[in-house]
């Protein structure tokens, strides 16, 4: 019986069980450590009868995953004060003495659409969310990639037509990399009325578009990923995709040659499909990975 | 004893040895697969009076590296018409029945850089060449990144300020990508002179390292390496690299965390180590690798 925590800015989801179908699950306000945790243990022990092995978690960020680190399994600088510095691992131990999985939550949502989603026995994939922020993990080789800290995707420095697209950006880092153009807060921001109801013939989605297919031409370029699996509030819009694959071809240009990249393109970038389970699906599945490298 | 091949566009580089510190080396202009590879079989052949127990070959490209494919082990699409569709491996191996390991010539380099060179010990780095073209090997999880073909990282689309630089950029498939705007072509066209002639107060550097650092810090946020590796020709510039550490450093903004991003930003943007010998090193490398997988 494994327990998972998808720990996200505004909410925790919290499931217990053996099978990824039949699992407890409850949501939990994200409020402080203290009170947050103590619901989300109190969850995981009733529900567990004593027979937890492993405990799997997907956090918000920044996360410290550095092994040899002080600080590993901290969330580390996050504006969420109460949660700044907070030792996630620890407290988590403290309750349960049984090995822990620990990883972003975008990295637990591409695990998860590696078991049972949308990029099932796939090595090299990328998992994609577009909502309120851009995030992506990558899988390479089977694994999941951490490097020095881990990516961070949704910042990296596209194209910018100022002639085309006044808009300046929203992201307090950077401006207009690819999250301050393209997340939904950037298109409610620069067309006034929210993203979820921009309607199918509105300009918004071309540009969006064409924003969401150079960040995965980049990543083509760079990753050589075999699936690229779109997620989150903004790939809700069923008309996107389409766009996206097509100004994601036309991008190209040819240049990498593949099929997948040319007519099998719908077969290469496709919707998740766990949606909004991705994320506890995926801690679920570092639980057992926990449990499994224990094991060894 | 091993044999190593590194083919490059004008010319093959094959070494013949036991240890990497004393090879037999030799150089042969790249003709027709006709005659180089048999010159190339030949010194292999004599140099290594019967003993060879593997080859590695570092090729130019687009070569086919997916194991489950037809054209495995095939140069492919290369505009060098007498090297399109010629099978590498299945000719090597005509020659010598050993086990042959194969891969581009970046990813011998990066396979270089690694064992022996400026990498060594990381588990997950990037080797940057910026020379004729722009290329990019990728070592994540300790291995080299394959996925669906391999990598392109030159052809990654950055911001291109046409007011500050109208220089159109030379790629054919995509005029102003990263290789378009920065590779040596294109700081030539683009000056009236050859980089290697640009003086050090020339404005041309400043401009060459935006545009580095800009695909650097899109890798960063993408692959998180621990450390990136730039080697070829536009880089023997020793002005060049410092420039490239803090336009990156500026450009991430702090974004990502870690000390490697900031105060010790010159270990973590190096330049090569084994200067014009990390490919055939790296080839070198391959042989043993495919050596000891057989061996398994």
New interface residues.
């Given amino acids: 019986m494994f327990g998972a925590i998808e720990a996200g800015g505004t909410k925790f989801v919290c499931a217990v069980g053996s099978d990824p179908a039949s699992l407890a699950v409850t949501q939990l306000p994200t409020t402080s450590p203290e009170i947050t945790m103590a619901d989300a243990v109190n969850f995981l022990r009733e529900h567990s009868h004593g027979k937890l092995q492993a405990v799997g978690i997907g956090s918000f960020g ?1 996360v410290d995953l550095s092994k040899s680190s002080r600080t590993f399994g901290y969330i ?2 996050t504006p969420k004060i109460a949660w700044q510095n907070f030792n996630f691992i620890g407290t988590v131990h403290a309750a349960f003495d049984v090995p822990i999985g620990f990883d972003t939550d975008v990295n637990a949502a591409a695990l998860g659409e590696a078991r049972w989603g949308a990029a099932q026995a796939i090595s ?1 994939f990328i998992y994609l969310t577009v909502g309120t922020g851009i995030g ?1 993990g ?1 899988i ?2 089977g ?1 999941v ?16 037509d100022q002639v085309r697209d006044p808009y300046r950006g929203c992201c307090p ?2 401006g207009d990399c690819l999250e301050g153009l393209a997340c939904g807060p950037a298109m409610e921001e620069r067309w006034g009325i929210p993203a979820s109801t921009l309607p199918v013939d509105h300009p918004a989605w071309a540009l969006e578009a064409h924003y969401l297919a ?1 960040g995965l ?10 699936r690229i699996v779109l997620g989150g509030g903004v790939m809700q819009q069923q008309w996107l995709i389409p766009l996206v694959r097509s100004e994601l071809v036309r ?1 190209l ?6 099929i ?1 990249l040319t007519e099998k393109v719908d077969e290469y970038v496709v919707p998740a499909k766990l949606a909004n389970r991705a994320g506890i699906l995926g801690a679920f599945a570092l639980a057992q990975q926990a449990y499994q490298d224990q094991q060894r």
């Fill in positions: 920044p580390t600088s090299d992506g990558a390479v080789n694994r990639l951490h490097g020095l800290v881990h990516p961070e995707m949704g910042h990296i420095r596209i194209p910018h880092f950077h150079l031409a980049n990543w083509v370029c760079t990753l050589s990923p075999k991008l240009n040819g240049y990498v040659q593949s997948e």
